[in-house]
């Protein structure tokens, strides 16, 4: 019989846990900082736990956190973990540091059920769903990694869903890993500080509206249907009106839920300043901030980035309305770590792979 990983699960299912193994909810609170704030994987080692306690969990349940493979460290600072999958996959995660900051860049999914043009990971085909276990272990392991103390301060101060992956469309796995990552007795990181980018599944948004309060950022990346849908497929289910409609119910003034607008900046492609325009008059009395990404390349891509004066210009075409628009600093590039540039190591079951090689060579 299968033990029960308990590292994925939230505060709620580590009670309903409890509950079928003849165990009083509380423990559920004793197992979280055990697991996540003094990442302690051996029950025998749970001394607040009775003996007979901690011999049923042994027989039931285990604690594994997924396994890092290759860590890669850039000259800016920024490392990339390459995490081993026992499917035999791996996935990618990315840890940032800037000052008193430090993010985490998690992933959600092996490959993307996605293909936009501009990633990489898009174009790498899907595999599966990452498990709940997966997504909070990418968190679990970088403060074992980076040695972070029960209660001293922060390594990771910060965790945005923009891995590799659509977070939306896995999104049970999600939540769960979300809520852990919030719980004051797990990792404790503010709302304001765990942020979940979608490339705009609009039901999905709704329903995390209600589900989970978390920041959110919406993979834009155009101002009007024809580009969008030329890059960001998904455009054609959900197009840009309906998803910025989704946006302002988003949005609670009450709760001041934030939301950022990504928009790579593609040479030739959304970068004029018709484009910015558009995009002005879009987004209108929508409260956001906006967020010019410079186009990282990967391998075979037929994109180039805007260049810096064209960024500069777009830029300030937007500040000059009163917009809040910043331009991302590059990350991790030389690693092969910056924005879409993550590809891991994905069985592609979606032959999306073969099928865009082919269409390449048909090309030529």
Not at 120 to 134: D, W
Not at 162 to 180: D, F, H, R, W
Not at 283 to 299: D, E, Y
């Amino acid at each position: 019989m299968s033990r029960t990983n308990l590292l994925g699960l939230d505060l709620k299912g580590l009670e309903g846990f409890f509950a079928e193994i003849g165990e009083k909810p509380f423990r559920a609170r004793q197992l979280l900082q055990w697991i996540h704030q003094y990442r302690v994987v051996d029950f025998a080692e749970m001394t607040n736990l009775s003996k007979v306690l901690r011999q049923k969990l042994i027989e039931k349940a285990e604690i594994t956190p997924p396994i890092i493979e290759e860590e890669h460290l850039s000259k800016d600072g920024t490392r990339k973990w390459i995490i081993k999958l026992s499917c035999g996959n791996s996935v990618e995660t990315v840890y940032i540091p800037e000052g008193t900051r430090g993010t985490l860049c998690v992933s959600s999914q092996v490959g993307c059920t996605l293909s936009c043009t501009f990633c990489s990971t898009g174009q790498q085909g899907f595999n599966r769903n990452l498990t709940a276990s997966e997504i909070i272990g990418q968190l679990w392991l970088a403060n074992e990694t980076l040695g972070k103390q029960p209660k001293g301060n922060r390594v990771v101060t910060n965790v945005v869903m923009m891995g590799m992956g659509e977070p939306l469309a896995n999104y049970k796995n999600v939540i769960s890993a979300m809520n852990l990552m919030r719980d004051d007795l797990a990792y404790g990181i503010s709302w304001r500080r765990v942020t979940l980018s979608t490339s705009g599944m609009v039901p999905m948004i709704d329903k995390l509206r209600e589900d989970c309060h978390v920041s959110l950022a919406i993979s834009l990346h155009a101002a009007n249907n024809k580009v969008r849908s030329e890059i960001i497929p998904l455009n054609d289910k959900y197009p840009i009106e309906e998803l910025l409609e989704a946006c302002k119910r988003y949005v609670d003034v009450k709760q001041r839920r934030h939301i950022t607008i990504e928009y790579v900046m593609l040479a030739g492609i959304n970068d004029s300043m018709q484009d910015a325009k558009d995009l002005i008059r879009i987004l209108k009395g929508l409260p956001v901030k906006i967020n010019l990404i410079p186009f990282n390349p990967f391998p075979n891509t037929d994109y180039l980035c805007s260049s810096r004066n064209v960024i500069s210009r777009f830029q300030k075409i937007l500040t000059d309305t009163g917009l809040v628009a910043t331009t991302r600093k590059t990350r991790g590039d030389d690693i092969v770590a910056a924005c879409g540039q993550l590809a891991g190591e994905v069985q592609d079951k979606t032959r999306r792979t073969k099928r865009i090689a082919e269409e390449k060579t048909a090309v030529f």
